[in-house]
Structure formats: structure tokens, C-alpha cells
């Protein structure tokens, strides 16, 4: 049996090895167009650009280790093309390579700001390693750094860039910081860590265009010109589905796959970021950004291939981190939930419930070791007393 | 080597460990059904505290990655920690819990 990976990020690192623990058998291809072997993106926003090398959150391992564990790694390759009917994959070099099933876990690319002025050498986005370095390489102190998007990855490289020195303003096209996964209150919360280290935070601050001078982008927003030496676009992600399409696989915004991460083609699956999931619980196909899905999803997509079966079928989780504060986001929350406070010093709980009283999502700060009691909370779905949700006396591994 | 008072036995919850600073090292002590073991407190992976972990079943979770580690052996559980924590022996002199290291 012969599986080749294309993409080799997380999801294709987590299949690859997880494939071989379950066959030893196997024969894998891991084909990566980056340069550098597999390693996880959470510190790239965050470590990255404090300037730690190596962090270990990396997870990067060396050829050999690929090696050890019999797993074909090959980089700088670029899947061009899949051919469905003769079961091929091909590289940019013209390569074709046989496969029995394949894996796509091309992930996501940063989206780019459709504005005139965005192809300036000063505007970058962030996704890889190699753009990771470009940008700590220009945050300098003094450096005024314009940020657009006041999501995850903008506000954690807000963040870093302040600490180093650089003076950041932020410009929001929404009313608030990571409105698309946080209630307002926790919004505001954020929001004042930022304003209190010196950065400037617009919202309802669209920007409509660059003007490139050779002194400064300037920045055409509702407010007025901004004046920046460089603009970091964090407005989201798109997902790297254009081959599968291509080949007639079924793309709706992600590759659709079934909770064992199989697509419309029975030889071919779809693993992290780049997949929308069926998650039976909510009745659709979800696409996460997280790497909770790279990490985990993996699983029964390795199972599915040696014919076992694993669905995926987790409580969404991410994290992010800012100015030493840990944020943890349980559950999908879409609007109509009450959000109740449980603090305890520094460490903060806000559950969201609904209008039978069944928690339906949680924020965390510095607070990770409730984040297994509230899943559990949240999976049994029943409703708890609001008395009981706020009591400090009551534990919440004592409601689940 | 020697040996370190981490508290009187009694004063121990269950999933509740108690942390002593010993130079560099940070050490968590817990009191688990079968007696009192000690790990080192941080995380392998990046830098968490397992003592802010939630603890079930002779097992601690990292607070920021859920990397679980088992607090008899140390041995790590899961990614996306992948190096094993220190383990320190441990006794119970004049009711006092104290570990070696
Ligand atoms: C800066 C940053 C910070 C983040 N921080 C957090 C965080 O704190 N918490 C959290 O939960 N999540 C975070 N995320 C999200 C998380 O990292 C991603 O969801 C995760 O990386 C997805 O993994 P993946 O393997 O699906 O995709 P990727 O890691 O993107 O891997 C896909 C790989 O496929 C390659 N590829 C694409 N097309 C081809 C092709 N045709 N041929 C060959 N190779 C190809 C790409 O170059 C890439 O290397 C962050 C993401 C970023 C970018
Ligand atoms: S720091 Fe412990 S799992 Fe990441």
C-alpha cells in the first residue's frame, strides 16, 4: 500500500506518523513545497518574533528522524496536479508519482488585501517560517508597524511588535477584537492589554487603500491617512482546495470530508486545515483554523486509510497568547448566549449559556486547567443552575 | 542529593499538588490514592506549569496544550509534549512529605 501525503505541515507530519504507528507495512510519501521539514505555526506569531530560535512548540524534526521512521520526506516539491483516473499525483518538475490513496493537507494561504497598493515590498503576510523571519527581521524599535485585522494572528504580532519597540496601530474594519471568536466583554478585556502596552486600536476602520511613497505607506482608511514602514494583513485565511477542485473533488470553501476525512473520490482524503468536516453534532460540514484539527483529525484519517474507524468528532479549541495571558476558546459560540463570569484572581472562566441554561462555549484566561471539566460540561449538554455556574465553591469538575 | 520538606500529609487535597522551589528546579508534589510523588513542574513542551494542570486518574494535563504526563512514571502520554518529566523519590518522615533530589 503506498499513501502520499501532499502537504507537509502539521496534518501531513500528524498523518504520516500516525499512519506508521498503526502499519508498519506502508510505504509513505510526504511532499512538501516549503523548504523546511513539518513544524507547527503557533509560534511563529508568537516566539517567532520575540526572537527564540528553536522553540520547542515547533515540533520540527530533522530528515533523520523522517528517516527513522521510514517515512519518505521530500521538500522544495510543489504538487502541480492529481489525475484521478490513473490515480497519479504530479510536481511542478514534471514528476509523476503512483499512489493508492492520497492524502491532501495543503492547509491554508494568508488572504490578501484586494486594494490597490497591496503588491508593496512593505506589505506582508504571515503564514510561513520564511515569512515569520522577514517580519521579526523588520521590527525594529522605532519601526511604526500598521496592522490590519484584529483577529488572532494580528493581534499576537501587535502584541510582539510593541515589546520590541516598534509603534503599532491596529485598523479593524469590525467594532471589536476577535469578534469572530469572543464574547464582547472578553473583547474588551483584550482590548485594554493592548491599549495599556501603546498600541492603537481602530475600529470600524476599513482600509481602502495603499499609497506606496518612498517615505511610508500611506494607509487610506475612514479615518484618515495613517503613515506606516510596514503593513502586516492578518484578515484571515483561504483554504489551499484549488488542486483538489481541479481534479473534480468536491470543494465548498475546504475540500468536503466525511468525519474520517474521506472527500467525494474514495481514494483520496483531506486532513487539517485545508478539509471542511462533517461533524454530525451541528448537522454540517465546519472548516477549522486550528491546531486542535491538525493535530487530531489525523487520527481517523490514518485509521481510515488501514481501514479502521476513528470519526472526528471533537469540541472545537483554540488558544491564543498575548503579553504572557494564555486565551483558551471552547466550542463553536454564535451569538444568543449569556455569558457569565467565574473569576478567581488572575484566572477568568466566562461561560456562555443558552436560554435552557446548557453551557454551550467557554473563554479561558490563564485559566487551561478548567478547560477539560468545561468540555465535559459542555458535551453532556445538560442544563446546570446559574447559582451552581457562578458559586467559587463549586468546582467545575464537581458539575460534570 | 538531599532530601526536601514539601508539607505535613495531612495538608494534601487529592488533584492538588503542592510545589516547592529547590534552586533552578521547580518540583510538584501530589498525593495520588497509593501514596506521594514528585515530577518536575514544567512542561516539556514549551513552558507551562503541570501544577496549574488539571489532574485525574494518576495523570496530569498541561495547562496550555493538554500534553499529558503520568505522575508515577513521568512518562509523557501525548503530543504535543514528546520528552518524559523529571520523577523525584519521595517519603513520608514525622508525617512530613518530603522528596529527594
Ligand atoms: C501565524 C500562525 C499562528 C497560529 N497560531 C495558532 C494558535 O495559537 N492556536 C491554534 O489553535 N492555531 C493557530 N494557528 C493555526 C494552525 O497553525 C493551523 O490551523 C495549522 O497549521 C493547520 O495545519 P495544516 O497542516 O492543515 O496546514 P499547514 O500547516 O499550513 O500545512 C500545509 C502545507 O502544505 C503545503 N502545500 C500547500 N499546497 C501544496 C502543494 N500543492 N504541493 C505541496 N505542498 C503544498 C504548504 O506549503 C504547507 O507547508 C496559527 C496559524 C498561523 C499561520
Ligand atoms: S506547554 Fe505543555 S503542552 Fe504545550
Known sequence: M??????????????????????????????????????????????????????????????????????????????????LGAARVETNAGERIAYDSLVVATGARARNLPIPGADDRRVLTLRSMADA????????????????????????????????????????????????????????????WHRAAGVVLEFGCPLTAIRPESDALHLVTSRGVIAADLLLVAIGAIPNSELAREAGIAVEDGILADAS????????????????????????HIRFETWQVAQHQPVAVA???????????????????????????????????????????????????????????AVLIDNGREATPLRRIIAAGRPIERDRLLDPSVALRQLC | MAWHDVAPEGDFLEEIPKVVQVGEDRVAVFRLDDGFYAISDVCTHEYALLSEGFCED???????????????TGKVLNEPAEIDVETYPTRVEGGVVQFQL
Open chain 1, 2 to 83: 503506498r499513501t502520499v501525503i501532499v502537504g507537509a505541515g502539521q496534518a501531513g507530519r500528524r498523518t504520516a506518523e500516525l499512519l506508521r504507528g498503526l502499519d508498519a507495512g506502508h510505504d509513505i510519501l510526504l511532499l512538501g513545497e516549503e523548504a523546511e521539514p513539518p513544524y507547527d505555526r503557533p509560534p511563529l506569531s508568537k516566539e517567532i518574533l520575540l526572537g527564540e530560535e528553536h522553540p520547542r512548540g515547533l515540533m520540527q524534526r530533522d530528515a533523520e528522524a523522517y528517516d527513522a521512521q521510514r517515512i519518505a520526506l521530500r521538500l522544495g516539491e510543489r504538487v502541480a496536479g492529481i489525475d
Open chain 1, 133 to 192: 523571519r522577514a517580519l521579526r527581521a523588520r521590527l525594529r524599535p522605532g519601526l511604526r508597524l500598521a496592522v490590519a485585522g484584529a483577529g488572532l494572528i494580528g493581534l499576537e504580532v501587535a502584541a510582539a511588535a510593541i515589546q520590541l519597540g516598534c509603534a503599532v496601530t491596529v485598523l479593524e474594519m469590525g467594532e471589536r477584537a476577535m469578534a469572530r471568536c469572543v464574547p464582547e466583554a472578553i473583547s474588551t478585556r483584550i482590548e485594554a
Open chain 1, 261 to 284: 476525512g474521506r472527500t467525494s473520490h474514495p481514494q483520496v482524503f483531506a486532513a487539517g486545515e485545508v478539509a471542511r468536516i462533517w461533524q454530525e453534532a451541528a448537522g454540517r
Open chain 1, 303 to 361: 485509521n481510515a486509510l488501514c481501514g479502521a474507524q476513528r470519526p472526528y468528532a471533537e469540541l472545537p479549541w483554540h488558544w491564543t497568547d498575548q503579553y504572557g495571558r494564555n486565551v483558551q476558546i471552547l466550542g463553536a459560540h454564535g451569538a444568543g448566549l449569556d455569558w457569565l463570569e467565574r473569576e478567581d484572581g488572575e484566572r477568568l472562566a466566562s461561560l456562555g449559556v443558552d436560554a435552557e441554561g446548557r453551557v454551550q462555549g
Open chain 2, 58 to 72: 494518576g495523570k496530569v494535563e498541561c495547562p496550555l496544550h493538554q500534553a499529558c504526563f503520568d505522575i508515577r
